[in-house]
């Protein structure tokens, strides 16, 4: 039979082990900048909405598929990036297509509404309905909508509540299904990403749906990317106007360096002549 230890040879053992050292996992990771496509609006810091970070050598494997929640508000110009009412309560969602050098290219990949924006609208004697609509863009995006639609008390009535009847909410949802697929259809992703950040398509449902029964409120809570087109790097490229994985701005920066060498070389050229 093996000799048991002692508790005090035990001890002894245990105190002379040498300690890990603790290293921080950090340390062994590269940064990333993560870079929205060039339609939002976003242009002062040239698309780049933050940072993240990927271990080395395995960045290209780590960071596919990797999804980013960005307020609309901070996709906002300086001048816009208070407006509160109309911006911080939708969140975009975009995921990483491609990795270029140091960047992160994005694509956008759905938006939601925050919990505070959507409890603020629900009240006591009011109908809410919620409708769900799946609809293909004009370059192969496949959305799956959700929207949301409070009726509203008159201001003559003097019944306590507002309710609407089931023909009369079947009605509507068929009314906003049939706008949403309108305005998601007839459009390709950068037009529809557009008409979310302006909530253009609420108000045609709440202006359209008037005759039906008076509506309060009417807005898209959810949109999800049900299905993408196949991945073209190019394309990717295309949207956030790179060549060759480099930002336009630097390009651009190398070449006037390079016109300022050209013309300083004739320069030189033109004083060696003289002297001769």
Same mark, same amino acid.
């Given at each position: 039979?093996?000799?048991?230890?002692?508790?005090?040879?035990?001890?002894?053992?245990?105190?002379?082990?040498?300690?890990?050292?603790?290293?921080?996992?950090?340390?062994?990771?590269?940064?990333?900048?993560?870079?929205?496509?060039?339609?939002?609006?976003?242009?002062?810091?040239?698309?780049?909405?933050?940072?993240?970070?990927?271990?080395?050598?395995?960045?290209?494997?780590?960071?596919?598929?990797?999804?980013?929640? !960005?307020?609309? +508000?901070?996709?906002?110009?300086?001048? $816009? #990036?208070?407006?509160?009412? =109309?911006?911080?309560?939708?969140?975009? *969602?975009?995921?990483?297509?491609?990795?270029?050098?140091?960047?992160?290219?994005?694509?956008?990949?759905?938006?939601?509404?925050?919990?505070?924006?959507?409890?603020?609208?629900?009240?006591?004697?009011?109908?809410?309905?919620?409708?769900?609509?799946?609809?293909?863009?004009?370059?192969?995006?496949?959305?799956?909508?959700?929207?949301?639609?409070?009726?509203?008390?008159?201001?003559?009535?003097?019944?306590?509540?507002?309710?609407?009847?089931?023909?009369?909410?079947?009605?509507?949802?068929?009314?906003?299904?049939?706008? !949403?697929?309108? +305005?998601?259809?007839?459009?390709?992703? $950068? #037009?529809?990403?557009?008409? =979310?950040?302006?909530?253009?398509?609420? *108000?045609?449902?709440?202006?359209?749906?008037?005759?039906?029964?008076?509506?309060?409120?009417?807005?898209?809570?959810?949109?999800?990317?049900?299905?993408?087109?196949?991945?073209?790097?190019?394309?990717?490229?295309?949207?956030?106007?790179?060549?060759?994985?480099?930002?336009?701005?630097?390009?651009?920066?190398?070449?006037?360096?390079?016109?300022?060498?050209?013309?300083?070389?004739?320069?030189?050229?033109?004083?060696?002549?003289?002297?001769?």
């Amino acid at each position: 039979m093996p000799k048991q230890q002692s508790a005090a040879s035990k001890a002894k053992a245990k105190k002379g082990a040498k300690k890990k050292k603790l290293v921080d996992p950090f340390l062994k990771k590269d940064w990333y900048v993560i870079k929205v496509p060039k339609w939002t609006p976003r242009k002062e810091d040239h698309f780049r909405v933050g940072y993240s970070p990927a271990t080395r050598g395995k960045a290209r494997k780590a960071t596919e598929n990797r999804t980013f929640v !960005i307020n609309l +508000a901070d996709l906002q110009n300086e001048d $816009k #990036s208070n407006d509160f009412d =109309l911006l911080s309560w939708k969140k975009f *969602t975009f995921i990483t297509e491609e990795t270029f050098g140091d960047k992160l290219l994005t694509q956008w990949y759905g938006m939601n509404i925050t919990r505070d924006k959507r409890c603020s609208l629900i009240r006591k004697w009011h109908t809410m309905m919620e409708c769900f609509c799946d609809a293909k863009t004009t370059d192969g995006y496949v959305l799956r909508v959700k929207a949301l639609a409070f009726t509203k008390k008159q201001t003559t009535q003097i019944k306590k509540n507002c309710y609407a009847k089931n023909s009369q909410r079947h009605e509507i949802r068929a009314r906003m299904r049939e706008i !949403i697929r309108n +305005a998601v259809s007839g459009s390709d992703l $950068k #037009s529809v990403v557009k008409k =979310l950040g302006k909530s253009s398509i609420g *108000t045609d449902i709440r202006k359209s749906c008037q005759k039906l029964f008076p509506l309060k409120h009417a807005l898209i809570e959810k949109v999800k990317v049900v299905r993408r087109p196949k991945h073209d790097a190019a394309k990717v490229m295309e949207i956030h106007e790179l060549k060759h994985g480099f930002d336009p701005i630097v390009e651009v920066n190398e070449d006037d360096e390079d016109e300022e060498m050209g013309s300083g070389d004739e320069e030189n050229y033109s004083t060696d002549s003289g002297e001769d």
